[in-house]
């Protein structure tokens, strides 16, 4: 996962699904 908030747990689950 590659994204500019990289340190959320929340936002790496959104961005996967």
């Given at each position: 996962y590659l994204?500019?908030?990289?340190d959320s747990?929340?936002?790496q689950t959104?961005?996967?699904n």
């Open positions: 994204g500019p908030t990289a747990t929340m936002d959104f961005a996967n």
